[in-house]
Each structure stands twice: as C-alpha cells, then as structure tokens.
C-alpha cells in the first residue's frame, strides 16, 4: 500500500532559527511529490513540485529536496518567520491507475515558530 | 488565480440533520474533491469527481454522499448528521487526477452536536 510518512510530528523552534521536515515515502511508480503549507484553519497551498529527475528546488526561504533512490524528500526552511507557522503537508503522486486514488498525503508536520 | 470556494467557514448541525456542505471553482477542472481533516490523522478523502454526474469513493465515503450537476460545483451531503462527523472538511480540485496540484478550499469547520 501506498505511503507518505513525515517527521517530526511537531517542531517548535525560535524566530531567526533554520529547520528541516522529512518526508519519506512508498509510493511507486513515483510521479511527483509536493509539499503544501496549512495555515490554522485554512485550506494548503502549494509550496513546490518535486518531479522525478529534480533533485533541489528553492521557493524563497524554502528549499525542498527529493532523492528518488532512498524516496525521501525534506523541506528546509532559512531564517524562520512567525508566519511560517503552520502544517506542512507532503503528497505524492503516483504514475499508474487514474483517479484520486494516485494521491497519497502524509499527515503533516505541525511547525510553531516562537518569538 | 485558482479559486475554490466552500459555502461556509463554519458550520454547527444537530445529529441527524441532513447537511450540504457545497464547493465551487472557477478553473473549468475536470476533477473535484471532498476530504475530511482530523488531528493525527491528516488528510482523508471521502469522494471524488472526475467529471459531470460521475463519483468515485474514495478512502472513507461512509456516511456521505456527493452530487455534481454542474463542472464548476461539487456537493457534499451527510445524509444524517453524527458525532463523529464533526471535522474539517477541504473541497479541492485539479486539472488532472494524478497531478498533485489541487487547489483546496478554505475549508468547512462542522461540529455536530
């Protein structure tokens, strides 16, 4: 079955301060994988699309990665913000089949950012 | 920019009413989704849409039903409302089912009481 895992569950860490979320996944054959940011009480928005033969991607004080041979991807993020607290959730998408059913979601990293 | 608009932010039912939770975009999609969205257990999909008329389920359509009469609106019902529906609920759509960028909603709060 199908899977996206990520970790940590939780992070709070100070403004100013860098941090990384891990996302690993099982989906195959691999298609894409985004990762989407939540804020509290609002719908994700995506932050970037990781395909296949892309290895790093910057948007902003984001930077996500993706090694398709150990089917891990991880989200950076540089001099933190208060407004990047949030949930960040990753999804993988799969080549094969149609239907929703080619999306797998992980359950989100909830990140706080402190002052 | 891609719109996606929920009928309500938030929303409080009695247990057995009959709710319509209702999504619509502006994007001419061909692909709608309803999830629902629980602490710990992040993001589940109830029902999906690929085209007028036509539903899938998805991994958790118990206790829900859907409706799509029109490309841009896509309807969710909770046939009689229970406790454990009380979540949150995303519409989303796309243009292609595979593709992971869905354009979400903001979303529904629904307490059941």
């Known amino acids: 079955k199908n899977q996206v895992e990520q970790s940590p569950q939780s992070l709070i860490i100070l403004e100013g301060k860098n941090c990384t979320l891990q996302c690993n996944y099982t989906v195959s054959p691999f298609s894409n994988l985004r990762w989407y940011k939540q804020d509290t009480g609002r719908g994700p928005v995506s932050l970037t699309i990781m395909t296949f033969s892309e290895n790093t991607k910057s948007n902003g004080r984001y930077t996500a990665t993706l090694d398709a041979d150990t089917k891990q991807s991880s989200l950076h993020i540089t001099a933190s913000q208060l407004s990047d607290s949030a949930s960040y959730i990753c999804v993988v998408s799969a080549r094969s089949g149609g239907g929703a059913d080619g999306l797998t979601f992980g359950k989100g990293t909830h990140l706080i950012i402190q002052p | 920019d891609v719109k996606v608009t929920q009928s309500s932010r938030y929303l409080v039912k009695r247990t057995g009413e009959k709710v319509f939770l209702e999504c619509v975009q502006d994007m001419d999609h061909e692909n709608m989704f309803w999830y629902r969205q629980d602490p710990g257990l992040g993001l589940r999909l109830i029902y999906f849409s690929y085209d007028v008329k036509m539903k899938e389920k998805g991994d958790i359509p118990e206790g829900y039903s859907v409706s799509r009469e029109k490309k841009e609106r896509f309807s969710l019902i909770l046939e009689s409302a229970s406790t454990n529906q009380t979540s949150m609920y995303l519409c989303?759509?796309?243009?292609?089912?595979?593709?992971?960028?869905?354009?979400f909603g903001q979303g529904t709060r629904l307490t059941v009481v």
């Open positions: 989303a759509s796309g243009q292609t089912a595979l593709s992971t960028e869905a354009f």
